[in-house]
């Protein structure tokens, strides 16, 4: 019963399972209200990501591209910077915040985004804008180094490095999301709003679900503001959720301002959830409700309805964010299943210290393996040719066609999910997430059982 | 020149030529947008990189090859299922992609020893593919790795497989297009000419610019199959890296994405002295046209003619009934660069809709030239358009539905303008007779749909028509109809099911049985 | 033919070809010239009844669209059979001056002289 945690073999990446960091980096800066980046390099780094993000949103986000070009990959694109803040100011009259978020080129070539900004500072924002509140803000996110989670994470910390700002205590606790669905960030904020807990999230991006309205006036777009970023420095307390998306701002919060931070852990699960709710309190000295006791209750009523009857023993393989995907090992192994199978999908070398790994090591009583530097392909090479025997598979939809091609059933969790419906309108934290999670997995199981015809009558009384 | 200014762009006054009304008068020479210029920045510009239009536009709908794209891995993961590019070896292309993964110690140190070990790990990874495309990235581009010398190591190690090298990083060239014209060449400086095919028949195609999108390949491969044609090749939907090294042996290119692919045929002319024939695979007339051109190049136009009269009398009195139904609808046609010329007519003319607005994202002059020529008076051409452009032109227009990208659409649908995808189709594939009745039944599901109908209403202050459960399609489609035509009995809905194409691949030939059996 | 008449039929002639077809098009001027001197000598080889080539490769392309445009013409403007040879003559001729000055002379297509494909 050992539990390994092993490196990919191979050098490259066959079917990757994130993309890189200038992608984590505009997911960040879309949380922001009035906010448009600019992706400073070719711009396939922007169209591409922005299609990835209306791919599992199904809505549009604005984000900028400098379009770098030939001549600008020859001789400096530094102008191109210049010249794309001012016309994305002059035509986005409500702009405010603009990160400028550098790639792999412009990082090869050398561009000094840092001075290019100071520049304009000086320059252009105050000759020709200078009745205007507005915030260069540069993200170095090379694609070479980490991929879109340390992407998201370095982004994070440029943003509240930016604004924060020391003056009168808030009383108000810093949550730090993660990379999360609107879903998310709605269960989360109903917990600390049955605790009396007033939070400052990052990000506010429940407003990503958008409608369409009669007057036209439908958009998506975050909405944690300025003053939100701002106020940051005076909160009694930050909670990161998760460590890898979020703990650096933490981490710089409570070195520069002395903002006491808890970071992790993932609230995916009850016992997760509960460590949540306990550390909010220990933050804010705001006592958990019985409202919770009940909502928790409700959720371990549906959980034993499934776990010792369903989910038991059943084995799975999980890929995605580091955070979420220890977050769900450590879920499904309270619900009496086997993650037999993680995946973390790049070169981060911190993750195997991580105190849960290290948790899993030592704790499990199955085989288990942990990939570090993974990708799509060490799956599926281990269930066609390696015996890998699974019974579900919880990931995003990149890897669907492991999914499909060797039958075994599959939860879509994680980012993106455009390969089925409506999922980021569903929370996998918190006492209703775990709820969703369980039903959904068991009920990809059953569904699975009735296509297999593999003791599909067991359904008839339950 | 009636160019048209945007209010939303009068500050930046380079946009000034990029937007023209073909107004009455107006012709070529008078009315055409500039085009393929460098991008403003920052204007939120829908365009891609010259890597996508090499990799993800043209090299991978290859289907027989392994895609290494050498650089950190974000070009390869963007670049992964968001086309509907299928092919007849279950997808492979689609479902595997691969990145050498390049990090901060290769950009310092370089990274030629990475991509061979790469290479090499893709081949075990996949013992039965043995053929290789290889795509520069930005970075690697910029570190000026040698990747042709790299491959040509591995080719001398291991004979038995083949590879391409495609030097085209993101940053070349004012957009994606930049990238079909560095594959274009780079194929066939490289590649066409180091096969020779068997030939099997007397009448010998390339099908070109092509890119089985939904099936669009295996549509018109049928009819060409049908005639007894040999397809040597597509270039490159659903295409055999093998065959499209044996382009040379055609005695005609067939070419439809002019704008993709035309680079190739006009070098295939030049080095080969191969003729290049412009088709049109959409609409009936325009294909059935097409379909009759390479008949009479080959002398067996009465096989072409079977075809189109089979197809048209099962297929005509289905798109008969949109029509009528879809008569004077308001279309924005705005696609990436050759549907707006392929299209702007034929929908006019065969499903009844005006084209009130064209544009593209990466087209050239010569694009504008056929899509302007085709539409009607007082169209709005616009290259290069932006966010803030779309939606001024939309409130302007008032289009009943827009033709467009995944992402743009969902920009029409908050200000309640249905979309259909022009790149990756709704329900295609759209080429071919029972396609473009497809394409003609997406249009109406998306126009009549009740759910845009209820889109409009204002619970909290227009009056609830409280009356109704539901509403049909045809409720809203047939009330201005007469009784002839709504009732009519020549005229019928699409009547096909929901996969048109996988039955295609289990069809005989007659014709090229015969031509086997001669050889 | 009366000069309006003729220029009211070569603007409808003009307008099939720009509508319908491709093969003027081409990327470059001296394709265009190419295609256009091609096609429409062909075009009025086949509406005057005169022999046309196409024994070569290049001939038969240009055939092709020559034959189809000829029969488009012919059904679509039913004018074309009045006509004497010489009268088909002078319109094509009219024909391929417009459509060399739309297409080339006249275009605005900046890229007609760029010198390689």
Redesign the interface.
Known sequence: MTCEVIQKG???????I??????GAQYASIGIKDC?G?VH?????V??????F??HF???F?????????D??VFGALN??E??????L??YPDVKVVPIIT???TE??GDDVDGVILKLNRGLLQEKYADREVHLIAVHA????G??VSGYDVAVEAFVSHFAKKSEPSGKLNLITGWVNPGDVTVLKQLLAEMQVDATVLFEIESFD?P?????S??SHGSTTIEDLTGTANAIGTLALNRYEGGRAARYLENEFGIPSIIGPTPIGIRNTDTFLHNVKALTGKPIPQSLVRERGKAIDALADLVHMFLAEKRVAIYGHPDLVIGLAEFCIDLEMKPVLLLLGD?NTTYKNDPRIKALQSGVDFEMEIVLNADL?ELE?RIKNKELNLDLILGH??G??VAI?NNVPMVRVGFPTYDRAGLHRHPVVGYAGAIWLAEEMANTLFTDMEYKKNKEWILNVW | MPFHEFN??T??PERREHAVVKGPGEDLTSALPLGYL???????????????GAKHVIGTPMKDVIH?SH????????????KRYISDNDNFQL??????????K??VFGAEG?LK??II??FQ?FPEIKRMTIYS???T???GDDIGAIAQEVMEEMPDVDIFVCNS????????SGGHHKINIAWVNNKVGTVEPKITSDYVINYVGEYNIQGDQEVMIDYFKRMGIQVLSTFTGNGSYDDLRAMHRAHLNVLECARSAEYICNELRVRYGIPRLDIDGFGFEPLSASLRKIGLFFGIEDRAQAIIDAETARWKPELDWYKERLKGKKVCLWPGGSKLWHWANVIHEEMGVEVVSLYTKFGHQGDMEKGIARCEQGALAIDDPN??EGLEAMEKLKPDVIFT????G??A????VPYLNAHAYHNGPYKGYEGWVRFARDIYNAIYSPIHQL????ISK?EIPADKGFITRRMLSDIHLTPEIRDSSEMRQYTGGYDSVSPLRERDYPYMNESKALV | MEEDVLKERVAQLEDFILKKCLWQFHSRAWDRERQNEGVLTKTTQILCGDPVAKETAEDRCYWVDAVVLAEEYRSRFTWTASLTVPEIRVLMAALKDRIDYVTITGSLNKELTVKQY
């Not at chain 1, 010249?83 to 994305?88: K, P, S, T």
Request: charged residues 20%; neutral net charge; hydrophobic residues 35%.
């Open positions: 191979r050098s490259g990446v066959i079917n990757p994130f993309t890189c960091q200038p992608a448009i600019i390099g070719g711009q396939g780094c169209m591409f990501v922005r299609l990835l209306s791919q199904k809505e549009n604005l984000i900028a591209s400098s379009s770098v070009h030939e600008g990959a191109r910077v010249e794309a803040v001012d016309v994305l002059m035509r790639t792999c080129s090869v070539i090379p694609s070479f180094v991929s879109q958008s369409i309205m009669p007057d036209k439908g958009e070169d392909m090479d939809s990149k669907r066609f091609d | 939303c762009s500050c930046i460098n991008t403003i920045p920052g204007s939120i510009s829908e365009r891609g990189c010259a890597y996508c290494l650089g950190p891995v974000g070009c390869t993961y963007d670049t992964w299922q968001t479902k595997n992609t691969f990145a050498s993964d390049v990090k901060e290769h950009i990475l070990k790469n790990e893709a990874a990235t930005c970075a581009a910029l570190i990083p993101g940053f070349a060239g004012p957009s994606q966010e803030l990208g995944k992402r743009p969902e920009v649908k908050k200000i309640r889109s409009a209403l204002d227009d």
